[in-house]
């Protein structure tokens, strides 16, 4: 799978109203519950491939919700229809945001942890594609609101993201600026961010200056883990700390 070629569509060819999200897969929590993540699966995935590794983690007291992103024209293949969270056609600093498939996928999020019990912590995580909404919807939070305006009103409390990339990266620092308190939010948001350095498909280098642009931006509580020749795809080294990372920035307890 490559990203090269063509640049990203504005998603202005297909209609939100016709796009509808695939199905949803939960894993229960088997301790008591302290924490909902909502996982993100990257390009031409679905959800139900993610909850069965997320089903062997050690972390009895979270609930994973697994979504599967609407099938949609994608530009980086040539238009051909798959499951995305928006659309994209080049994953670099230049290219065109989306801007209306991340709002309507960061709303999809903000929409399954709204139903959660009040004292359990909200949590988004993904990979790649998935890993960039949830970048996205980390700067929502800091934002209270989306890139359209309307408000965001979930309280994030972590947010993960591998093999991934910084959506609207441009921008963020202008934006975080104007508004009143985003810097605040953004500093007390802890972000864990892993990448390989043989990823062929969301090449080292744009996970690393995404990374770099979200801690400048004001995202302070950020974590960037380097995995020496890993492609794109996951470990169980990398899957240990991400983890050893929740369970301590989330303060869970045990079974």
């Known amino acids: 799978m490559s990203f090269s070629g063509s640049t990203a569509g504005s998603g202005s060819g297909t209609t939100r109203t ?19 993540i909502v996982w993100l699966h990257g390009l031409g995935d679905k959800g139900s491939s993610w909850s069965q590794l997320l089903e062997s983690f050690p972390l009895p007291n979270v609930k994973w919700i697994c979504p599967t992103a609407p099938t949609r024209p ?14 994209v056609g080049d994953i670099s600093e230049d290219a065109p945001d ?7 996928s960061a709303a999809h999020v903000a929409n399954l942890l709204s139903t959660e019990p009040a004292d359990v912590k909200l949590c988004v995580g993904g990979f790649s594609m998935g890993a960039a909404t949830a970048l996205y919807s980390a700067t929502c939070h800091a934002f209270s609101q989306y890139g359209n305006g ?30 009143n308190d985003a810097v605040r939010r953004a500093a007390s948001l802890p972000i864990l961010l892993c990448h390989g350095t043989g990823d062929d498909v969301v090449a080292y280098q744009h996970g690393e200056k995404s990374a ?20 794109h795809y996951t470990i169980p080294e990398e899957t240990d700390e991400i983890c050893r990372w929740l369970s301590a920035n989330l303060c869970l307890g045990g079974t």
């Open 212 to 231: 770099r642009i979200l801690s400048s931006s004001g995202f302070q509580n950020l974590t960037f883990r380097t995995y020496e020749g890993l492609g």
């Open 150 to 179: 309307s408000p965001y009103r979930v309280n994030l409390c972590a947010v993960v993201g591998l093999s991934g990339w910084l959506p609207c990266s441009r921008t963020l620092r202008r934006r975080m600026q104007g508004v």
């Open 74 to 87: 994608v530009a980086a293949f040539g238009g051909f229809p798959c499951t995305a969270w928006f659309d």
């Open 98 to 104: 989306d801007l209306e498939g991340l709002d309507f």
């Open 18 to 36: 016709s796009l509808e999200f695939g199905r949803t897969h939960v894993v229960r929590p088997k301790g008591k519950h302290e924490a909902t």
